[in-house]
């Protein structure tokens, strides 16, 4: 009876263990299921010019913001420099071998980068562009087809800016540009806006126009020869906010007074310039926004969803007057 008596009480004991054994079973499966689902996540990167600019810092946290919302793992890869457009290439390449699913790109040249992207496409892997636009003639004859473009109408803003430049003149005045690269479409863009605030103004005479590359340094030595050249120079329009301090860094050394500049991204530094009297205006372009929103695009594609095949996001004019009266 004392056999049959263990035998029964083993019997309930091991039915009763029965759910807390089924949950030992699920805990274990658990921490499978979530890596499970973390080595799923869609990956997606992000491929900028470089990070040595704020506006590229500041693209990449609307980035990170994307992917906490959506879910996504975001890879962050750059060139060395704005000019560094060999170093964005083989960047496709590494990401197509390495089958992410997704690149959001912001291309430091219109044309260039235009056959790997096609290479990537082909891989399957989803390609969204931001901020400078490919050249969409030469996309379509490299079969590069269905990517979403999301920036700024760089034309439009840069005339506002330069528009703004030339109220009140009402004399001969002599003005500048200092351009980005020449083969990338913003900086054309950006250019052809202050040719047509320029022309607009009788009194205003276009006296030089010099690529500095984005970069800082550069501009300082464009604005060097231009200022030599053309010392009379009272208006100068900068592609970015980059080229407008290096320009101003000359104009400070130089001593040179009285020329009214503007840059373009309204970064930090540029708004500090204008607090100080050597920045007339800049152009917001919503860095943050175009990161977010490229890697959003990214996410509908994925899900089979068709975003819409431009998106041009508002600029505003920050101005140094605006500044001094508290606006943001």
């Known amino acids: 009876m004392r056999w049959r008596l263990l035998l029964l009480i083993g019997a309930i004991a091991a039915l009763a263990g029965m759910p807390f054994l089924s949950a030992c079973r699920d805990a274990s499966v658990t921490p499978e299921t979530t890596a499970s689902k973390q080595a799923t996540r869609p990956r997606v990167a992000l491929v900028m010019k470089t990070l040595t600019s704020p506006f590229f810092v500041e693209m990449e946290k609307g980035a990170r913001r994307a992917e906490a919302e959506l879910g996504v793992e975001l890879l962050v890869k750059t060139a060395a420099q704005e000019t560094s457009i060999e170093q964005q290439i083989a960047i496709i390449d590494q990401l197509t071998r390495a089958k992410v699913d997704a690149i959001v790109i912001a291309p430091g040249d219109s044309y260039r980068l235009i056959p790997g992207l096609k290479k990537a496409q082909e891989a399957g892997i989803v390609v969204v562009n931001v901020d400078n636009r490919l050249d969409p003639e030469f996309a379509r004859k490299q079969g590069l087809t269905q990517v979403p473009f999301i920036s700024v109408d760089n034309r439009k803003a840069v005339y506002g800016a330069a528009k703004y430049l030339t109220e009140g003149i009402r004399e001969p005045t002599q003005a500048a540009i200092i351009e980005g690269i020449r083969s990338a479409s913003n900086a054309e863009d950006r250019k052809q806006g202050a040719l ?32 030599t050249a053309h010392p009379r120079i009272k208006l100068l329009v900068c592609a970015n906010d980059m080229m407008a301090l290096g320009a101003i860094r000359y104009l400070q050394e130089a001593r040179i007074r009285g020329v009214k500049v503007t840059g373009y991204d309204a970064l930090e530094e540029a708004r500090q310039a204008m607090r100080g009297g050597w920045l007339a205006a800049s152009v917001d372009q919503q860095a943050g926004q175009q990161g977010f929103m490229g890697v959003t695009y990214a996410v509908r594609l994925l899900k089979g969803e068709k975003p819409p095949a431009d998106t041009m996001l508002d600029t505003k004019l920050i101005t140094a007057k605006g500044l001094a009266k508290g606006e943001k």
């Not at 005479?205 to 590359?213: K, M």
């Open 196 to 227: 047509q605030a320029f022309a607009e103004n009788p009194h205003v005479t276009v006296v030089g126009s010099e690529s500095a590359n984005w970069k800082i340094d550069d501009a300082y030595e464009v604005a060097r020869k231009l200022f």
